[in-house]
């Protein structure tokens, strides 16, 4: 059993690190939980529109859109959710895509914005990547990877000991004032969420680009690899990025780019066999690519459990094949059930709500944190608690860290990088040692 005051040391570096990011994902994270609602309210100039007539066939909605965008070929076409709903064509030109609206009846263009400026998508890449591509999902997921430590040291720290009662534990002291009333409020808010924050984390990671890669070959050597997965890992290739997030699943082959058809009817004939259907909104429809001669539909729903993958024939509108959610291979269906839930979108406004709560209770947790260690730091040092008398090597402790590290590699790295750090440079520098609260060479282990 590891000693209290090692794992109060392994909780405060861990925070030193990780608190900023945890305070912007739960931020960003508690915004893009809203999403429906907010690229709805964004969209409303487009949707309700006052009837012209009967509606355009989808061929010439698209050509409406090509031509708005010269060179142009067709990314995909997005079903209206009403009659009264713009049609959202997806162009792409040099790798680039352009999301079009287009009036279903009089065929004006109305708007149009680059999928990757549209504020959802900014927003998405500010918390997976930090807009720093892979470089900044490698950051996030190590920021994760340190915050699934600092929950559990927390909730080690936090555990009763010594018949303690339930105040402090199960509850705060609210009238107890000063440091305790703080305390209460970093330990308690934190017993509370930590299954709830452990759950966004681990659920969050699929889309990391390290962990994302590392989970792909585990795949491969284990021989449950999906031809195609519903989610990406880290930020695509720009020709891969079309379609935002949901790029290299709408059934165009990787790389290949979609040629644009030479008779866009197939398109009216795709669109009225889907239709009837029913699929969950957004239902997107794409063209073939190089590789490919079928046209492939597929509801982009965040409810993730609720979309459907269709190839059908573009001279008869044939449905050739269907996979529904059930049908994909069980970890697909675990991740994907993960991911909506992650997302708020599981079970509705409840799920948002959760997910609000959970991060609402995770700033809670770095304010508390922060004052805490605001008011027991000394001056003109970092605070850190002091080191344990060293003592027989804790084998629950190492094995843990060794599991740990097995299932989050950038954990494993970064710790193995910073104790080298500390014990062949920074326990050398006197002024070093001191500010950060280390042993001296040869003294208490941390």
């Not at 197939?266 to 957004?282: K, M, N, Q, S, T």
């Not at 079970?347 to 508390?368: E, I, K, M």
């Not at 002091?386 to 060794?402: H, K, N, R, T, Y």
């Amino acid at each position: 059993m590891p000693s209290y005051r090692t794992v109060w040391r392994w909780h405060f570096y861990a925070g030193v690190f990780a608190i900023p990011f945890v305070i912007l994902l739960a931020s960003t994270g508690s915004i893009y939980l809203f999403r429906p609602q907010i690229e709805a309210w964004i969209d409303r100039p487009y949707d309700g529109l006052a009837d012209a007539g009967a509606p355009a066939p989808p061929s010439r909605q698209v050509e409406a859109a090509l031509a708005a965008v010269p060179g142009s070929m067709l990314r995909a076409y997005e079903l209206p959710k009403t009659p009264t709903s713009a049609a959202r064509v997806i162009v792409a030109k040099g790798g680039e895509a352009t999301r079009v609206y287009v009036h279903p009846a009089t065929l004006r263009v109305l708007h149009q914005v680059r999928e990757e400026d549209r504020f959802m998508r900014v927003l998405f890449r500010l918390h997976g990547e930090l807009l720093l591509g892979n470089r900044g999902s490698n950051l996030v997921e190590i920021a994760a990877s340190w915050t699934i430590v600092l929950l559990l040291t927390g909730l080690f720290l936090w555990w009763p000991r010594e018949g303690q009662g339930l105040a402090g534990v199960a509850y705060p002291r609210l009238g107890a004032g000063g440091r305790v009333f703080w305390r209460d409020v970093h330990a308690v808010t934190g017993v509370w969420i930590s299954s709830l924050a452990l759950f966004l984390l681990l659920t969050g990671l699929p889309w990391a680009k390290f962990w994302g890669e590392y989970f792909k070959a585990a795949r491969r050597v284990t021989g449950t690899a999906a031809a195609q997965q519903d989610w990406t890992t880290g930020r695509p290739p720009r020709a891969e990025s079309d379609e935002g997030e949901h790029a290299g699943h709408s059934g165009m082959s990787k790389g290949s780019g979609p040629a644009r058809p030479q008779d866009l009817s197939g398109l009216d004939r795709v669109v009225a066999a889907v239709r009837p259907l029913g699929l969950a909104p957004p239902v997107l429809v794409s063209p073939p690519s190089r590789r490919e001669k079928n046209w492939t539909a597929k509801t982009d729903a965040a409810n993730r459990p609720l979309r459907v993958n269709l190839v059908l024939d573009g001279a008869t509108g044939a449905v050739l094949a269907r996979e529904d959610f059930k049908d994909r291979h069980v970890l697909d269906r675990i991740v994907g059930t993960g991911i909506a839930a992650h997302e708020g979108q599981l079970f509705g406004w409840p799920n948002q709500v959760l997910g609000l709560l959970t991060a609402l209770g995770l700033v809670t947790l770095s304010v508390s944190a922060l004052v805490l260690w605001w008011r027991r730091r000394a001056a003109g040092v970092l605070g850190a608690p002091e080191p344990a008398a060293q003592g027989p090597a804790s084998i629950g402790l190492g094995l843990a860290v060794l599991l740990l590290a097995l299932y989050l590699p950038l954990f494993g790295a970064t710790l193995l990088a910073v104790r080298l750090l500390e014990g062949l440079v920074l326990r050398r520098i006197p002024a070093v040692r001191t500010w950060l609260g280390l042993a001296a060479p040869g003294g208490a282990v941390t």
